[in-house]
């Protein structure tokens, strides 16, 4: 969800950076935002992947898990959540009003996003 959120920023962020009455240093800011905010999502989804392939790897050699990596697994689980939350949340205020609206995608991808996130194996 947060990826889809970070593309549909993408697109609308070029359509605002078209707009002329937009002032240049702020399409700058929010391209760099964009930047910054992909690059923290992906060094996240890096590190979740690369635990679950660790996790994987050891289960299908051992036959078991232990509690370390089970562990491992919520904890980038939990940074991965929290990241996605952060990384929309810190993009959303640059959408303009459309991301307000309940009606467009970009306001029901926040909204799923966060509604997801908030389940207790992810916060705790």
């Known amino acids: 969800m947060a990826s889809r959120f970070l593309e549909i920023c993408a697109e609308l ?11 240049e240093n702020a399409a700058s800011r929010m391209q760099e935002q964009l930047i910054i905010g992909e690059n923290k999502l992906q060094e996240a989804r890096e ?3 690369s635990t679950i392939q660790g996790s ?3 289960f299908t050699n051992q036959n078991s898990l232990p509690s370390e990596r ?31 609206r309940p ?12 509604t997801a996130s908030q389940h207790n194996l992810l916060l705790y």
């Not at 962020?13 to 002032?23: E, N, Q, W, Y």
């Not at 009606?103 to 966060?114: A, D, F, K």
């Open 13 to 23: 962020f070029a359509g605002r950076k078209k707009d002329r009455s937009l002032p």
């Open 47 to 49: 590190a979740f992947f």
């Open 56 to 58: 994987w790897d050891h």
């Open 70 to 100: 089970l562990g491992e697994i919520t904890k980038v689980s939990r940074a991965l959540a929290k990241t996605a939350r952060q990384v929309t949340d810190d993009l959303y205020p640059y959408c303009g009003m459309i991301a307000a």
């Open 103 to 114: 009606n467009t995608e970009i306001n029901r991808v926040w909204r799923n996003l966060h």
